[in-house]
Each structure stands twice: as C-alpha cells, then as structure tokens.
C-alpha cells in the first residue's frame, strides 16, 4: 500500500463546475499537507499548504485536511480552462520531505 | 527574483553510463531537495542538503549521490544507469526562514531517458 493514494483520473469536467480532488494517506504522522499543480513540462508549483487538520481557503482554492479519517482534499470552485493540469497531493512530517500522490489529470472544457 | 534553475533540460545516456544534473536554488534558499518523478506518477524523494550536507534521504541507492556547494547550488550524480532510471529529476529549493517547514519550491527538471 502507497503511503499516499490518489485517483489519477483523467478527470473531465466543464468550464465554472466545481471540481473536488481527493487523497486518502496511511501515515499518522504526518502533519504537513501540499498541493501542488504541474503543468505539462513544467515542474511542480505550490498551490495550497497546510497544517494539520482543518480548511484552509486562497480565491477558488479550498483545501481540506482530515487527520481522523486520513483524508485530503481540495475543491475548485469556478472552474477555468486554465486550471487543467495534473494536481499532486502530498503529506509529510515536515513540509519538504515529502510523500506525494499519484496525481490526478483535470482536463477542464470550454 | 529568479526562480529554481536546473540544467540540462533533456538528457539521453545509455545503460550502465554515468550522469551529473545540477541544480541552481532560489535566491535566498539554502536547502536543496532531489526527487525523481517517473512517467505518470508523483514525484519521490531521493535526498535533501542542507549547509553543504546530506539531511535525509529516501528509498534509492548508493548510486545516487548528490553535493551542494556553497553558494547552495546543488548536483545530482547517478552512477551504473539502469533502465528504469528514465525520469523527470526534479530539484526544489528551501528559504533559510521557516526551517524544515517551509515549502519546496520547484524548477522545470532535467529529463533523464536512459537506452
């Protein structure tokens, strides 16, 4: 079993739909939890950090951590073309050695 | 401020060659780490320097090495090329502020294939 599990998708959904992108992880202590956005060729870009449990919001990004249920996720709201790209889900005990996803393809159509 | 930079962009070696990929970190960032990301999947860490040191290191083996240097740039050597070393090698800077937890930040990587 993978520390950290992540539905690669391909996930397809239309322009302005809410998006929700999930991870569950199996290690107890982890307390830092990232998403990042890669861009096809490009590397890996911050998009939400947290710490431990709880909702953390920024514009159309919603982050949110469970440590009871060892789940992560993040939710776009207003969906744009520009958001296609793979999402990373990552955990660790600190916030740079990290354990990362698989990664979930959103493809987000006109 | 310039971002993480790392060179050659692509790379083709053969099985049983060595290889070096550098790294030049973020300004202001003195911690350097090193992760593989093989096709379709999410990166792994292979190993983290801090102050010219080795500070952790993930599941690889001894053939992957790695120095920073004191400006905080950074190289990754891999030595008897196999296979499924083919990857994107990705390196991710650290500022100085916030210590273990601030976040990575990464460069576009060096696309390794190995024939």
């Known amino acids: 079993q993978k520390e950290v599990e992540q539905d690669p998708g391909p996930l397809s959904v239309p322009e302005g739909a809410i998006v929700s992108l999930n991870c569950t992880y199996s290690?107890?202590?982890?307390?830092?939890f990232m998403w990042y956005r890669q861009y096809s060729r490009k590397g890996p870009e911050l998009l939400m950090y947290t710490y431990s449990s709880g909702n953390k919001e920024d514009g159309r990004f919603t982050a949110q951590v469970d440590k009871s249920s060892k789940y992560i996720s993040l939710f776009i709201r207003d969906s744009q073309p520009s958001d296609s790209a793979t999402y990373l889900c990552s955990g660790g005990q600190g916030a740079q050695k990290l354990v990362f996803g698989q990664g979930t393809r959103l493809t987000i159509n006109p | 401020e310039t971002g993480v930079t790392q060179s050659p962009t692509h790379l083709i070696k053969t099985r049983g060659q060595q290889v070096t990929l550098r790294c030049s970190s973020q300004?202001?960032?003195?911690?350097v780490s090193w992760y593989q990301q093989a096709l379709g999947q999410g990166p792994q860490f292979i190993f983290q320097?801090?102050?010219?040191?080795?500070?952790g290191r993930g599941n690889f083996p001894p053939r992957f090495s790695g120095l920073q240097f004191p400006n905080y740039s950074s190289e990754l050597n891999v030595n008897a090329l196999e296979l499924d070393d083919s990857a994107l090698y990705l390196c991710?800077?650290?500022?100085?502020?916030?210590?273990?937890?601030?976040?990575?930040?990464f460069g576009n990587g060096t696309r390794l294939t190995v024939t």
């Open positions: 300004s202001g960032h003195n911690t």
């Open positions: 290690n107890s202590a982890f307390q830092y």
């Open positions: 320097y801090y102050r010219e040191e080795e500070n």
């Open positions: 991710a800077s650290s500022p100085k502020t916030g210590g273990s937890n601030s976040p990575l930040h």
